[in-house]
């Protein structure tokens, strides 16, 4: 296992996570959250190797092959595929040695890793790469093309394919979803459901984190702590604690300024001067808490925007592409006030260029494009960010857009934002990438659109920000078309689902979660390689006897571990259910009223005695579905 014992982490002197004594277990899946620069990739550096701590210890179990996606992907002239393989280093050495090998005619050494190269599986390392790619997005004849030859955007998604390839038992992604369209999202999600180590990934996307995570850990105050169970449940433990930690943060202000009275006013008087001072020492030595601290720094809303015509925007049998080549063609779509719509579809099937359409940066290769008088259009897209200007501040942006505002009231829209005090006049040029999207953002809302066209308007914003824009969209009164891999912010913020594929555009007659199963039957109906050729059975009745000799076995294999789940279930349920009472007895202000300080503390140990017990029980059941996954897949292929 991993094991932080007593472990400070810093950069630059500023302390980052403070007196860290954590453990992680071998199969654990977990994601890290927390505001933006609290450390949450620093810790990932540590884990690297590229980083010490400044006190405290860390051990990783020697041996273990961690991966990670590089920051960049160099320019290679590598073909795609081979890039990819090349995240298997085991597999890449034995390739190495096996050719000196064969070149020296060493039969004894050939055989030895042709025997290593078929306990890794490397005789099927290129159909899993060529698959992994496939998940990605990547068209079947773009594999061998050169990695210099892809955008920044694909590299990344290389990059990813890359880090799953190796065969490691440490896996850090941070952002992975940021260069994903939702198509890749759902595939990456359940490749790393079946991932079999230990993963840890630092994601703002909540939908993500609930399908893949099976604990959370927050950073706040310098402070890491872990959390069973996906970001919803990390959500209803937080909110309860911040209950309690209000609660005993107001009693404590009681107790603190009852002690300062008595010195204040005692302080003086030689008879009381031994009792004040007792005072000073027991303020002293009280532990101080600190007060909940709930909001996020960013808050704004749109204003209203001005009169808008009926409709906003109308195409009549429009086409869209680029040369003469259409990419969507016979388009026919009105655009109303208080229309909400996002646009889904696989990878290049043309969702950008309906919405580039709608901006008008695209004009129609056929059909007709009809906008009503006084539209306004808020068009965010990515390739945007590059248009602000580097050697500009936040607040000059603001000023050359809305030169009439006071300065005064600019600044505070910036707050809004998180651009206060002297971030509101810094230049631009050294911002991250979700400091600037929230700056584009910004000049959007400001200039008050009826119909807001939003081009995956998270990437790169954390998880308070998406909040803060999913709030802010819900009161929204013009009409949005959403294209976006964030399906919280989809699920919330769309009433009407639009499918962008195979040449057409149209309205999608279900929900996510039938988006999802249209694609699993999509995947299934594609060109499939041909079917292996098995060597038919001696008879029926030889097969027959195989088969029911397999399910045998596979069943006394399976039996123990099926019932020792069945007993951990129900003491998981049974830990689940007090605990639950438990905190909710501690989010009731009323607990506090009686004045029963020991009670009150009997019951915090009690919660913290439950939630170990939790751990250790869950850990337990991952074990043992682990240990079932294992045995019948073992059965299945030796069936």
Known sequence: MIHFRALTLARAGR??????????HPGQKIGLVGANGCGKSSLFALLRGELHAEHGDLYMPPGWVVADVGQETPASDAAA??????????????EADLAAAETAHDGLRIAELHGRLEEIGGHGARARAQALLAGLGFAPDSVGRPVASFSGGWRMRLALARALMCRSDLLLLDEPTNHLDLDAVLWLEGWLK???????????????????????AHIAQQRLRLYSGNYADFERQRAGQLALQQALFSKQQREVAHLHSFIDRF????????????????????ETLAPAHVDTPFGFEFAPPPAAPDPLLTLEDVAAGYGERPVVERVKMVLRAGARIALLGPNGAGKSTLIRLLAGELAPL??????????????????????????????????RADPAAREQDLRDWLGGFDFRGDMANAPIAPFSG?????????????????????????????LEMRHALTLALQDYPGALVLVSHDRHLLRTCADELWLVADGAA???????????AWLEQRRAVAPAADADERPAPASRRDERRVQAQARNQLAARLRPLQQELKRV???????????SELDALLADPATYRGGDAEGVKAHVQRQGRLARELEAVEARWLELHEALETVGGDGLSGG
């Open 194 to 216: 079946g991932y079999p180590g230990t993963l840890l990934v630092i994601s703002h996307d909540r939908e993500f984190l609930d399908n893949v995570v099976s604990h959370i």
């Open 366 to 399: 056929a059909g007709k494009r009809r906008e009503g008088r006084g539209l306004a259009v808020g068009y965010f897209a990515q390739h945007q960010l590059e248009q602000l200007r580097p050697d500009e501040s936040p607040l000059q942006h603001l000023m």
């Open 267 to 286: 302080r003086a008087k030689a008879t009381k001067a031994r009792q004040a001072q007792s005072r000073l020492k027991a303020l002293a030595r009280l």
């Open 569 to 579: 279930e129900h003491s998981m349920a049974e830990l689940e259910g007090q605990k």
């Open 506 to 516: 149209r309205p999608f007659d279900g929900d996510l979660d039938d988006y999802r």
């Open 15 to 24: 302390p980052l996570v403070e007196d860290l004594t954590l453990q992680i």
């Open 434 to 462: 979700g400091e600037k999207a929230r700056l584009a953002l910004a000049l959007i809302v400001r200039r008050r659109p009826n119909l807001l066209l939003l081009d995956e308007p998270t990437n790169h914003l954390d």
């Open 81 to 94: 595929l081979d890039f990819v393989l090349d995240g298997d280093a085991e597999l890449r050495r034995i």
